[in-house]
């Protein structure tokens, strides 16, 4: 499987960072290796002093698919998720300076936080709360009407470069408020009323 994820999907976390607003989604990998299993600390790598959190909400592709219309996108997908794209910020500035690839910062061991899935059917994917705090104070608190680009236009833009598989996970972009993590912070995504993941940081 691989994950598929958006950069600069909403206008405030754009700002925040001072990144232009793209013309097209800005679109990166992580290997399947970038998965943090399940129960498992992260643990912050030696190569960086600047990990940020950043909390997203993940679609998971239920089949095969390339060139997919917007308009028959919602068939590729059941379930959402939350979760997070861990980014060396330090690593990633140096490759934005030089106009290098972003692996590196971007797609390391441990950069995925895949939380619960659930039915889409339980939310309201237009309108869909979502928040992630840090040691129980709030840091982020997005919704998907802030998206520039939804869900359904992400999997039909991705799908004319790439073919999607069923497991395929797509990370939909982060809101405003990322931010640095330390030794023993303890993060907590929330998907509408739902504790999707509760990661805790060595
Ligand atoms: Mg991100």
């Not at 990166?28 to 399940?38: E, N, T, V, Y």
Request: one cysteine or more; aromatic letters at 10%.
């Amino acid at each position: 499987m691989k994950i598929i994820c958006i950069g600069r999907n909403y206008a405030k976390h754009i700002e925040e960072l001072e990144n232009e607003r793209p013309e097209h989604p800005v679109v990166f990998l992580k290997p399947d290796s970038a998965i943090l299993p399940r129960k498992n600390p992260f643990f912050i790598p030696p190569f960086s002093d600047d990990i940020h959190y950043e909390v997203e909400v993940l679609v998971k592709i239920n089949k095969v698919g390339k060139h997919i219309s917007e308009k028959f996108a919602p068939k590729y997908y059941d379930e959402i998720g939350l979760g997070i794209d861990f980014t060396a910020r330090d690593v990633q500035e140096k490759c934005k300076e030089k106009g290098l690839p972003w692996e590196k910062a971007k797609a390391f061991d441990g950069s995925a936080v895949v939380g619960e899935f659930y039915p889409k059917e339980q939310f309201d994917l237009e309108n869909l709360k979502f928040q992630l705090t840090k040691n129980n104070v709030l840091v982020q608190d997005g919704n998907t009407n802030e998206m520039l680009w939804k869900m359904d236009a992400l999997i039909s833009y991705v799908s004319q470069y790439f073919t999607l598989k069923k497991g395929d996970i797509i990370f939909t972009g982060t809101p405003a408020g990322v931010g640095r993590v330390v030794e023993n912070d303890v993060l907590v995504g929330i998907i509408e009323d739902k504790e999707a993941f509760n990661i805790r940081v060595k």
